[in-house]
């Protein structure tokens, strides 16, 4: 006889960046209460940056997250830009792509092979999946090798660049600096197609989740940058109009603000991007991803890991195109003069869309700075796959609802760190 409650809790989630915790409870045979616990310490950056310089966002918010750091010097730069008029083209936008290609290209690499994939091959761990999977595994440390190499070469070093700069980089590399990328990357492509064919042939829970994917667009790109955000349900506004659309609030269990769409659960990421931007995929990776039988349409969680991999294989081949066909800028970025207003910056982390927004003075001083990460997007809708994915096996013994839990956690590849900047606190009587 099934006990009439059961209570399935992870005090620390493994595998995933930062610290978070798993609360599930089942009564009388329906799922009666889901929480993802963010309960790492809120990090305050919004405050940090108050009173700053205009410069100054680019360097500091690359420290929330050791990851994806180009993602926040991106997001940073392109809302100061905004606030001060600035718009940056050609050869120094290529660039900010070419590193923001090496940032995707290693943390899908980590995800896939270290984090996720032990999921699905039974593993606690991708260092025990090693031992039967060494040459996969040694393959994908080659594949995320190549983006930190991207990294160093265009941001002055691998983990939390420090050549990216408000109106570009502080220098520019030349052409010939670059060139030793092209081989590797060369490499990097056939690693992950064959990670693609590998990801593909894994077992994939059914899941399909009715929930609105938003995603930056532009209409050339698949996009890393881009000036408007679009979604599944008819959304298409520009990155300024964010905050108007999307709107924070705090739950009791988390240290993370959680983020709506017109009150409703959305989902960011890769699984957004693809189905929102599948058309600007390149054709060779459009045929691979039929191939694994994921197209636009794709609503699987359990597949984001094939997506990934289709996204490496597209971030590789823009990598070559920027590489093949750089001519080294005059200077390395444009000379921005502050000014009084507000400004509106988005990019695509790995993770999903990353959003800032700045108020500065007419002497370049910020008297405010707002945050939205990709996690804190993305919670709701990850505990609302637990719902589903619990309450359809219900019948498994608690060790293996456990797990499935976790991985669908993992789907996701949340980035607590990111996701707990901030904290409302409201005292009584103040």
Known sequence: MKPAERTIKVSELGRVEGEGALHVRIKDGAVDDVRLELYEP????????????????????????????????MSAAAAIEDACGTVVTGAIRDLRRLIY??????????????????????????????????????????????????????????????????????????????????????????????????????????????????SLWHPTEYPMLGDRIVSTRGLDIPVSAFSDEFHEDQSGHSTALISRHQGRPYLVGPLARFALNFDKLS????????AAGVDAGCRNPFRSIVVRGLETMEACAIALKIVREYVEPPAGYVEVTPRAGTGHGASEAPRGILYH?????????????????????????????????????????DDRLQLISEQTIRNYDPCISCATHFLRIEVDGK
């Open 42 to 73: 809120p990090r305050f950056f919004e405050s940090l940056l108050r009173g700053r310089t205009f410069m100054e966002p680019v360097d500091i918010t690359a420290r929330i997250c050791g990851i994806c750091p180009v993602a926040y010097q």
């Open 101 to 214: 290609c090496g940032e995707w290209i290693e943390s899908h690499a980590l995800h896939i092979y270290l984090l996720h994939a032990p999921d699905f091959l039974g593993y606690d761990s991708g260092i025990e999946m090693a031992r039967d999977h060494g040459d996969r595994v040694r393959a994908g440390l080659a594949l995320k090798k190549v983006g930190n190499q991207i990294v160093e070469i265009v941001g002055g070093r691998p983990i939390h660049p420090v050549n990216p700069r408000v109106g570009g980089f502080h220098r520019a590399p030349s052409k010939e600096e670059l060139a030793p990328l092209i081989e590797p990357l060369e490499r990097a492509y056939e690693i992950a197609r064959e990670t693609v064919r590998w990801t593909a042939g894994f077992h994939f829970p059914a899941l399909a989740p009715d929930v609105e994917l938003v």
């Open 283 to 290: 054709a060779d990776v459009r045929g691979e991803a039929l």
């Open 357 to 397: 927004r700045y108020e500065i003075d007419s002497a370049g001083l910020i008297e405010h700075a707002t945050i939205v990460p990709p996690t804190s997007q993305n919670q709701l809708a990850i505990e609302d796959d637990l719902r589903s994915v619990v309450a359809a096996n219900l019948e498994l013994p």
